[in-house]
């Protein structure tokens, strides 16, 4: 994989010695990649310090759109890419969508047709009218290490297929997230 300088980091190396959670997202310019980082973006990092967890996402365009993916999502945590889609690949992640999957991302707040045009216009005004990966490949969530050992894996059917947030974070040790945009009350 490689960093937001263009650096190569084996993937092995983002979990050999800590449990990792590592999602796989489709584009950078997809709306429900960019609406559930949103919501990645929202766990605190002392959440995953306490668990001793990585939170990683990688994508499948070239490392130049890291930064600009992250000041648009408010993503802070790691995130690398892997232009070549080799890892991709590797574990099997499919091209094309299952239509007939019949799943709903809780963390997807735009409708297809909203959503697909803000994707749309994004690409139309990055930079050489990018489109930041192949827009057919889908994703996946692990859960790894330390070491060679899976604790999770998830292939996504198609764009909405997203583990919800909390499901992984639970499965990797990692406290609950409160998502919502509710305010809390709290009983005295």
């Known amino acids: 994989v490689l960093d937001a300088n263009g650096r190569s980091i084996p993937f092995k190396a983002l979990y050999g010695e800590h449990k990792a959670i590592v999602l796989f997202v489709r584009n950078f310019l997809c709306y429900t990649c960019k609406e559930y980082v949103e ?109 060679n050992e899976v604790h999770f894996l998830h292939l996504d059917k198609n764009r909405l297929d997203h583990v919800p947030i909390n499901t992984i974070l639970q499965l990797a040790g990692v406290k609950p997230v409160n998502f919502s945009n509710k305010p809390q009350i709290i009983d005295i």
């Open 39 to 147: 919501d990645l973006a929202k766990v605190p990092k002392a959440f995953l310090h306490e668990a001793n967890v990585r939170l990683i996402v990688i994508g499948q365009s070239s490392y130049h759109h890291i930064k600009p993916f992250c000041n648009l999502t408010g993503y802070t945590h790691e995130m690398y890419v892997d232009p070549q889609r080799e890892i991709y690949k590797t574990l099997g992640m499919k091209r094309g969508e299952d239509n007939n999957a019949s799943v709903q991302s809780p963390h997807v707040k735009s409708n297809m047709l909203l959503g697909s045009i803000r994707s749309m216009w994004r690409a139309m005004t990055s930079p050489a009218f990018d489109f930041q990966g192949d827009p057919a490949q889908q994703g996946g969530a692990l859960i790894l290490g330390p070491g």
